[in-house]
């Protein structure tokens, strides 16, 4: 079974500058999660999507953070403009369905890093 | 007061050894608790889901208090591989089911 795919793995910009992370989540996941962890911590979420609509997004920047998920399958996570600490590996993860419980797993991606200079 | 308090270690052991790990969580609405394992530049990875009568997995062994909101991880028989940064984990319901991550306890096993 292929995982949760994500591009790029690595990414350096400039302060003010735009970036987005694109993920393709495990067939058939319905529920599809953006974190943010920055190094010496747990990662933090950012976004929840069940299907293509948003549940959570709470602690999503929005000044500057913007995702989709259009058709409910792929997403995009879009930075814009970029400051200094937001320099973080963005980590996509994906379950079967809304949720999380003993019986439902959450599997993620190997992340981006970025790094804002 | 972070919601997931975990020591970050690290926890330097001889293989062999046995070694316990704590994490607390504050939200008394939490439902389902977890440890995750996440080796250095890797994404996190379910260990084992934590059930209120305990449960074990080979050399692992969870146990949850859901009067003290206490959860433990116990490795036996520590190997080289067990190296790596266990996250306590909590889901909740909110607006929606949310996964809480703690910032991690770093293990190193030393031969």
């Known amino acids: 079974e292929a995982g949760v795919a994500q591009s790029p793995r690595y990414k350096i910009i400039e302060k003010r500058q735009s970036v987005a992370f694109w993920c393709n989540p495990i067939s058939g996941h319905a529920t599809l999660y953006w974190y943010q962890q920055i190094l010496g911590q747990g990662p933090k979420l950012l976004i929840q999507f069940q299907n293509n609509g948003v549940v959570d997004d709470s602690q999503l920047p929005k000044d500057r953070f913007s995702a989709e998920r259009l058709k409910g399958v792929d997403s995009t996570l879009k930075i814009q403009p970029a400051k200094l600490e937001d320099s973080a590996v963005y980590l996509c993860?994906?379950?079967?369905?809304?949720?999380?419980?003993?019986?439902?797993?959450?599997?993620f991606g190997q992340g981006t890093r970025l790094t804002v200079v | 007061r972070k919601e997931v308090e975990q020591d970050p270690g690290p926890f330097n052991v001889p293989e062999g050894a046995t070694v316990a790990f704590n994490c607390t969580y504050s939200?008394?609405?939490?439902?389902?608790f977890f440890w995750y394992r996440q080796d250095c530049r890797k994404e996190p990875k379910l260990l084992m889901s934590?059930?209120?009568s305990g449960n074990e997995d080979g050399r692992f062994t969870a146990q949850l208090n859901r009067a003290s909101q206490y959860i433990s991880l116990l490795i036996r028989d520590s190997k080289l591989s067990d190296s790596a940064t266990y996250l306590c984990?909590?889901?909740?319901?909110?607006?929606?089911?949310?996964?809480?991550f703690g910032s991690g306890t770093r293990l190193l096993v030393r031969p």
């Open positions: 939200n008394s609405a939490s439902q389902s």
């Open positions: 993860a994906s379950s079967l369905e809304q949720g999380v419980s003993l019986n439902t797993e959450a599997f």
């Open positions: 934590v059930y209120s």
């Open positions: 984990v909590v889901s909740r319901m909110d607006s929606s089911y949310k996964l809480i």
